[in-house]
T-cell receptor, first 112, second 112 residues
Framework: DAGVTQSPTHLIKTRGQQVTLRCSPISGHKSVSWYQQVLGQGPQFIFQYYEKEERGRGNFPDRFSARQFPNYSSELNVNALLLGDSALYLC???????????FGSGTRLTVV | GQQLNQSPQSMFIQEGEDVSMNCTSSSIFNTWLWYKQDPGEGPVLLIALYKAGELTSNGRLTAQFGITRKDSFLNISASIPSDVGIYFCAGPGGGTASKLTFGTGTRLQVTL
């Protein structure tokens, strides 16, 4: 069975640009969460969606948004990119809320 | 907000040695999770703890849920080179049960 799939794996963007990251959960998992991991730190919670509804939002600016589609895949959008947005963005899926998360390998975003 | 502090921050050990690390919180957790993250990968769940005082093993790994519910411990016995990585504790909460709060991480390096 495929695990959590994230695309792209690496991305380089310029300050002020917009980016969309994609996540496909494990088949049957209805909960998807997004985390930001800055180098040298633990992951920080951004969003959680369950059954296409937002169930939780972390302390991130409105430049960050997400959505979940009917097939439970998800997109994370970041507008007006800043240098500080450079990080590994992790997607995690779970069959239930909130535990038992399986993480993907992440998207490495570099903002220059 | 909630903070999880892990110690030690990093450790160098020799193959075959036992390893101990801990995680402390400023507030009570009802669940403790231990993850391992390899370079370029997402965190992988090692052990989940659901009850104060609980002691749970997964192969050479043993974790305990502190009785105060403000700490947890992870032990690795007879370390091997593939134990290298960053170990994170995590717990749900911070105002929303859908959010995982991660610790600061313990970087483990094993020398032959």
């Amino acid at each position: 069975d495929a695990g959590v799939t994230q695309s792209p794996t690496h991305l380089i963007k310029t300050r002020g640009q917009q980016v969309t990251l994609r996540c496909s959960p494990i088949s049957g998992h209805k909960s998807v969460s997004w985390y930001q991991q800055v180098l040298g730190q633990g992951p920080q919670f951004i969003f959680q969606y369950y059954e296409k509804e937002e169930r939780g939002r972390g302390n991130f600016p409105d430049r960050f948004s997400a959505r979940q589609f009917p097939n439970y895949s998800s997109e994370l959008n970041v507008n007006a990119l800043l240098l500080g947005d450079s990080a590994l963005y992790l997607c995690a899926s779970s069959a239930t809320v909130p535990y038992g998360y399986t993480f993907g390998s992440g998207t490495r975003l570099t903002v220059v | 907000g909630q903070q999880l502090n892990q110690s030690p921050q990093s450790m160098f050990i020799q193959e075959g040695e036992d390893v101990s690390m801990n995680c402390t919180s400023s507030s009570i957790f009802n669940t403790w999770l231990w993850y391992k993250q390899d370079p370029g990968e997402g965190p992988v769940l090692l052990i989940a703890l659901y009850k104060a005082g609980e002691l749970t093993s997964n192969g050479r790994l043993t974790a305990q849920f502190g009785i105060t519910r403000k700490d947890s411990f992870l032990n690795i016995s007879a370390s091997i080179p593939s134990d290298v990585g960053i170990y994170f504790c995590a717990g749900p909460g911070g105002g929303t049960a859908s959010k995982l709060t991660f610790g600061t991480g313990t970087r483990l390096q094993v020398t032959l």
